[in-house]
């Protein structure tokens, strides 16, 4: 048994003997870090790394090994249990935003993934498709065709927050200064300097929660979060405090990584156009095609912090108890040992919805997946129904336009030019162009 020697998560510093010349703060790497975790599996499949909190955790890329860390009993989510560990990380102020089913085991989770599974019913999802086509035909009408329009904040970013709040209840103005406030929280959540702000958007949400809670069980609707009140006579319903940190985690997963995979799947598709083709040529393609979209350039490109509740080892390399785990899910996803040519966009490529990690594994399989499939297939089907002809526009995004933080979690795009219908697009790429889109 061994150990791999600790890496530093900095700017410019290299990862180490093991994977020499390679670093994993760098501009290169936020562009493309595919070749980073192909070095990784290689030589340091397992590898301990000390992350931009001061935080020591262990980075797990190969598939086989992620695939079973995500569902093993001794690697828990509740950060709560190493208190120190989780204020380290996340800071003093977020946890009672944070005490919901993210960051639950056994049998808390179980119970609290119980009563959403009761909202989230296939049913009562796929009554949302003619909603979801409805405002992604009101936002593409929206979409000037005679400039570049910015894609990100013209389409993909409205469309699942629009969901996602229509199925809280929260709407009109109310949704705007809940989206604000939930911004601060997401700027400020890792930087000491902002901790004044975070705790005032912190206290703005729960206060809101509480009192849109208090509304909602006075005025039930057939929305969801009435579906989640309505459980408070069963045994092991949600209290209020579970029913506000429910909210948090709903809005917050709602929309964020659906935004950026819907991104990332017309970027990879406009970036390989003979793909694309195949999709305008036969439609049926689509749904399988969006599980190679998730593989292939998921938004999701590491799991949310694990802990070891035990002393364990993962390919080879010993975990004490008390660490951080997290799982590369976009590394696994490119394995060559488990996917063929795993660097090559193949819409065609069967048997994914299974086998790809973008959705995590085991007891905390995103609870909206169903619901993420169907945004994701009826943003293709509706860009493509509209404007078969959309081409990148220039520039292409490069380094700079891909996120990594605040949250570096995620892997997504900050702008998107495309030309929707080039034929008409007359003028070129300015920023006054991502402006007229909105």
Known sequence: MTTEPVVELSDGLPVGEAVAAVSLGTPEYRTCPYPVYRSLREQAPVVALTTRHGVATYLITRYEDARAALSDPRIG?????????????????????????????PPRHTRLRH??????????????????????????????VDAPVDLMASFALPLPVMVICELLGIVGEERTEVLKWFGNVTRSRFSKDLAGDLAAA????????????????????????SVLIETRHEEGALTDAELVSMMWVLLFAGHKTTTYQIGNAVFSLLSHPEQLHLLQESRELIPQAIEELV???????TSTFRYALEDLEIGGTAIPQGSLVQIAITSANRDPEKFEAPDTLD?????????HLGFGHGAHYCLGAPLARMELETALTT?????????LATPAP??????????PAF?????????????????DWTEGSAASSD
């Open 77 to 105: 989510k509740d950060m709560h249990e190493g208190i120190d560990l989780y204020h380290a990380v996340f800071g003093d102020t977020c946890d009672a935003l944070d005490d919901n089913l993210l960051f639950a085991d």
């Open 115 to 144: 009563i959403a599974n009761k909202a989230f019913t296939p049913r009562h999802v796929k009554e949302l498709r003619p909603r979801i086509e409805e405002i992604a035909g009101e936002l593409l009408d929206r979409c000037p």
């Open 202 to 225: 912190e206290q703005w949400l729960r206060t809101y929660f509480t009192a849109h809670i208090a509304r909602t069980r006075a005025h039930p609707s057939d929305d969801f979060l």
């Open 295 to 301: 593989r292939f350039e998921g938004s999701v490109e």
């Open 347 to 355: 819409v065609t490529r069967k048997g994914l919805q299974s086998t």
């Open 383 to 391: 860009l493509l129904d509209r404007f078969p002809d959309m081409v």
């Open 398 to 407: 490069g380094g700079e336009e891909w996120l990594k933080g605040p949250f």
């Open 411 to 427: 892997r997504g795009l900050e702008r998107l030019p495309v030309a929707l219908d080039p034929s008409r697009t007359v003028d």
